[in-house]
Structure formats: structure tokens, C-alpha cells
RNA sequence: GUGGCUAUGGUGUAAUGGCAGCACAAGAGAUUGUGGUUCUCUUUGUACGGGUUCAAAUCCCGUUAGCCACCCCA
């Protein structure tokens, strides 16, 4: 190729290739948020005990359909659902809850000792109308801890979640606590919200009558003017919570205020996957909209029995790592570059170039980021290059430089410069970089 | 899924029915081997499809996408 470039022809309309609606693109500008908390995940949750686990994108569309709930929104019409020629649809996951504990049990992982920590990370599918920090695939990091009833879980759950944001450096968000019951006097609790409605019905809004047949927990959640009168005086949850699920959510806590972690208790906290039970709760960033729930959770502790599993209690969560990362954004998070490009070699002549190339390659052999020109660019347009990303050094290969079997090294803070033995050129690099 | 708002170079914007302009970014250059500042020049656009009109970025319809609220949910 020489001489100018030429524009790149457009292809016309009709032809134009773009991304599927709600499913974007992760651009290498973004990637250090995408970085900065996939790094600190694995980090974290490490520490905690919990090991990384990846399940398939794919599973059967029934396990959904089972641990979610038939008559969720989810279920019914926001999963990709792909029809198999024979056997069962298979569905890319909603979510992450149901194929971890699918892969527990397949696994028989129960029958490793003690508490049963794992963790997360990949994308999920939603066929929503999407909005900001509401993709159709969208990105989860979450952790699931199975085999303790014990309420200092759910309070190790919950701190850790805090600890996650904190540690990602958001300052800004709350932490909401609910109890929705056990099995028992979940059901109880819901007869008696069900009795409560029953008399005002009518004077419930549409949403919310629909809401009276398939998830009645769901009114306490409706912003709507006319329900709230009605919800204010509502049966609380507490009121209906047997003696257990009372003293566990007063144990949580205590735990979570040994811990010196801030919370709110909401009542009207609800979950809309049906698997949940006992403690749940949310974090919740104040200046993200409707979309402000940066991550969720609560125990699960019927859900691997209904899977013909053990009875094993469990409890976990999970963040929405877009809404997490237009938190940072939001508050203005430092967020350190990924690590960039260290010198810039620059050949002058073409008679020089295979040598540079090569030179290059032995740099990046012993580990620095080296970058060159291949166009035979001017030297000026290659410094001007080289300044734009920011490199430290630059290394010139000209005809001078090549008798002497040396390099120019220049230094583009100072713009001093320097010229080294070749065989001599990593070490004293790698000595200038590392004091830098 | 429901209702609403929006759509102009890569990005941010101007043009209120009459010449698509500006800034940034990008590329080339300012006496031949030295960057950042400055200066000159250049490339690139009305989302898509129809309609009204002498004339449409502008008005109308449809589509698509994004956003906001609802529904739902991380």
C-alpha cells in the first residue's frame, strides 16, 4: 500500500450490520471498569472463601421455569428461549441462581465438607425494553454460600456485598434488609396480606389487582398514589414471622452491627423469583433512577430440595455490573488505565526496518509493552503518535544508530536522550522503567 | 409488554421549510532525524423507508435504535 488512503466506502442502508437491540458492545474504553471489578471479584471473594464457578450460558428452559417461578414476568416472557428439534427448549439464563445449584447437585458437591462458598461472573439474558443499566445481556457477578442456616451467613452475605462496593470505591449506597419468612409463615403472611386486600380490591389499582392473584408480596411494592394509603396500613411481614424466622432476623442483625455495617430495615422489600425465603435484601444506589438496584439477594433455602437435593439452606447475591459501573461514573470513581504501551520504536528507513522488528520482539520477550510503526511513517508523525499514547520511551533505529550497533533512547518526560548498545538495550530499559 | 421523549461527521453541537456550519478528535504539512503549544490544509454527517412541498435536517406516516417512566428486575 502507498500513497493516500482511501476513504472507506460506506455500505449502503440496506445492508448496514449493527448489534442486536439491548446487547452492546464492551469498547476498550470501558474495559478498565469492567477490569477494575472483575479483578477486585475475584480478589474478594477469594478472600472470603468462595471459589469461582462457571456454569453454561445454556440450560434447560424447565430448570428456570422450576426455581424462578412459572408465573414470574421472567418465565413467561423475557426468556431466549431455542427450540430443540427433540427433548427439552433450552433457554439462555436469566439468571445465575439455578444453574449454580443445578451444578451442585449434578456435581454432588454436597458432599464436600462444611459451608459451600462460590462465586460467579458472565453475562445473563433478559428480553426486556431496555434502558440504561437495563441491557438484554447484561453482566452478572455474584456469590452463592450453601449448607448453613446460620444467620451469621447471611450476615457474612451481606457485608460482603457492601465490602464489594466500598471496595470498588463507591460511597454512596445503601443497604436494605427484609425478612419474607420461611416456607411457613411465608404462606401465612401472604393468606394474611391476601385476607387484608381482599376487602379494598376494588380500590386497588389495575397492576396491583392483577398483582393479588400472582404475587400478592408484590402490592407492598407499588408506587402507585391509590395502593399506598392501603399499604401503609397493611399487615406487616414482622407481624406474621414465626418464632425462628424472628429471633434469626434479629440475630442478622446484630451480626451485621457487630460488623459496624449500616443498614435499613424495609419492610416492603420484595423479591420477585419465587425461590427466595428468610432474610433478603438490597443495595441500592440513590442516583441511578428506576434502575438503581446495584445488586440483591437473600436466602434460598428450599430451592436445592425442590431440586431433589438435600435439604440444604443457602443464600447468595448478586451485582448488575453495568449498574455498578454507572455508579462509579456517577460518583466519579477513580479508575486505574489498564496498563499501556511503554515504548514506541521508531525505524527510520525502510533498510532498517526488519532489524527494528526484531528488536521489538526481544522487548516484548522480556515483558515491555513495545509498539512500532509499520507504515514508514515520518518521524515527526511517529513521535506525535508516540506522545498521543503516552508512551515513556521512545527507541529511534536510524542509519547512525545501526552503525554503531546502538539505539537512540529518548526519554519523553524529559526529552532527553541517550543512545545504548543494543545487547545492552532491555536491561537498561527494564532498569529506567522500573525506577519510573 | 404499555406510555412518552429523542435521533445531524468518530464525539459534542448549530442551522425553526431556502447554501448543512462550528468545536474537539483524526490525517498531512510548516527548509529533509525529534513530540506536546501554535499555524495551514484535508477527510468524514442529516438513522432507515415512504409522503407533503417549487424546495425537507426541519412538517407528516412507518421502521429501527437510544433514553425516561411504568411493568418487571440485577
Not at 444453574?99 to 426486556?128: Q, T
Not at 420477585?272 to 436466602?299: K, M, S, W
Not at 552503525?403 to 519523553?412: H, L, N, R
Request: with cysteine; hydrophobic share 40%; glycine share 8%.
Amino acid at each position: 500500500m502507498t500513497g493516500k488512503k482511501k476513504a472507506v466506502k460506506k455500505l449502503p442502508a440496506s445492508v448496514k450490520i449493527k448489534a442486536v437491540r439491548g446487547m452492546s458492545d464492551i469498547l476498550p474504553e470501558e474495559m478498565k471498569f469492567w477490569r477494575h471489578l472483575e479483578n477486585l471479584a475475584h480478589y474478594l471473594f477469594r478472600l472470603y472463601g468462595y471459589k469461582e464457578i462457571r456454569q453454561p450460558l445454556l440450560e434447560e428452559t424447565g430448570l428456570f421455569a422450576r426455581s424462578i417461578g412459572d408465573d414470574t414476568e421472567i418465565v413467561k416472557k423475557e426468556m431466549y428461549i431455542i427450540k430443540e428439534k427433540e427433548g427439552e427448549n433450552l433457554s439462555l439464563r436469566p439468571e445465575a441462581t439455578a444453574s449454580l445449584v443445578r451444578a451442585f447437585l449434578e456435581h454432588s458437591l454436597y458432599r464436600e465438607s462444611g459451608i459451600k462458598r462460590y462465586y460467579y461472573l458472565g453475562p445473563m439474558f433478559r428480553r426486556e425494553r431496555p434502558q440504561a443499566g437495563r441491557k438484554r445481556q447484561f453482566h452478572q457477578v455474584g456469590v452463592e454460600a450453601i449448607g448453613s442456616g446460620h444467620p451469621a451467613l447471611d450476615a457474612e452475605v451481606i457485608s460482603l456485598a457492601g465490602r464489594f462496593l466500598i471496595e470498588a470505591g463507591i460511597k454512596n449506597f445503601e443497604i436494605q434488609l427484609n425478612h419474607l419468612g420461611c416456607q411457613d409463615c411465608r404462606k401465612k403472611y401472604i393468606k394474611v396480606l391476601k385476607d387484608y386486600f381482599k376487602t379494598f380490591q376494588r380500590a386497588l389499582c389495575p397492576d396491583c389487582q392483577r398483582r393479588f392473584d400472582t404475587n400478592p408480596l408484590r402490592i407492598l411494592d407499588c408506587k402507585k398514589e391509590a395502593c399506598q394509603a392501603l399499604i401503609k396500613s397493611a399487615p406487616k411481614v414482622s407481624n406474621s414471622l414465626c418464632l425462628r424466622c424472628r429471633e434469626h432476623f434479629i440475630q442478622v442483625q446484630k451480626f451485621l452491627e457487630s460488623l459496624e455495617i449500616d443498614f435499613r430495615l424495609n419492610a416492603r422489600l420484595v423479591r420477585g423469583l419465587d425461590y427466595y425465603t428468610g432474610v433478603v435484601f438490597e443495595l441500592i444506589h440513590p442516583e441511578l433512577g428506576a434502575q438503581n438496584a446495584l445488586a440483591a439477594g437473600g436466602r434460598y433455602d428450599n430451592l436445592i430440595e425442590k431440586f431433589g437435593g438435600p435439604s440444604l439452606p443457602a443464600t447468595g447475591f448478586s451485582f448488575g455490573l453495568e449498574r455498578v459501573i454507572m455508579a462509579l461514573k456517577k460518583e466519579e470513581v477513580p479508575v486505574a488505565e489498564l496498563a499501556e504501551t511503554e515504548i514506541f520504536l521508531i525505524v527510520l528507513g525502510e533498510a532498517n526496518f526488519g532489524e527494528g522488528f526484531k528488536i521489538l520482539q526481544t522487548l516484548r520477550g522480556e515483558k515491555l509493552k513495545g509498539e512500532m510503526d509499520f507504515e514508514n511513517k515520518s518521524l515527526k508523525a511517529c513521535l506525535r503518535q508516540a506522545n498521543k499514547i503516552g508512551v515513556k520511551f521512545v527507541l529511534i533505529l536510524g542509519d547512525e544508530e545501526r552503525q554503531k550497533q546502538s539505539i537512540m533512547v529518548k526519554d519523553m518526560a524529559g526529552g532527553e536522550q541517550k543512545l545504548v548498545r543494543i545487547e545492552k538495550l532491555t536491561e537498561f530499559l527494564k532498569k529506567l522503567l522500573k525506577k519510573s
